[in-house]
């Protein structure tokens, strides 16, 4: 029986990608460690007896800050390259504090280092654990979240100094 199962999934997933480039494996066991750990996260928050917050507009903005720039830390910032390393190799630099990665290996490593390279995909994440933590540790969820949030804004304030003068400049 699973042999033929075993069988079956590798002419898919040939039939999927013919060079095998994707780490599949590796996705899947990500695909069940995400779940795995959202049903965590509920059961410590069932067994802590903690309500459920609503969120308003506000904890949403909060929470968009932070993980917005939670998920550039995690991805491209620089200090944060030795957590990259086994996954990663440099290329250069993509943008001011920004690192250009090319993903390496294979399997579950590859998976990895795609998830933890961009900044899209470690958002989901990073979205969850903040959830969580809304729940867990409201207060210091909040308190985090309000300084990655102001530290978001600080980064788009930057880089819209740096527009202005580079259009004084060329007056």
Known sequence: ?????????????????????????????????????????????RAKGRPLPAPGPWDVTLTAGAVHRLARLVAKDPVTSPLRLPFTHVRGQSR???????????????????????????GL??????????????????????GLSALTAADFLHFARVGMQRLSEQD
Do not use: H, N
């Open 1 to 45: 029986m699973v042999k033929p199962v075993a069988t079956a999934a590798r002419a898919e997933r040939a039939a999927y990608e013919p060079d095998g480039e994707q780490p599949i494996a590796g996705y899947l066991a990500a695909v069940g460690v995400y779940p795995t750990g959202v049903a965590a996260l509920a059961a410590a928050a």
């Open 96 to 122: 001011p504090a920004e690192l250009d990665e090319e993903v390496r290996g294979s399997g579950l490593r590859r998976a990895v280092g795609e998830l933890i390279t961009c900044p899209f995909c470690t």
């Open 125 to 146: 994440w990073l979205a969850t654990g903040f959830t969580a933590g809304q729940v867990l540790a409201p207060g210091a969820t909040r308190l985090v979240g309000s």
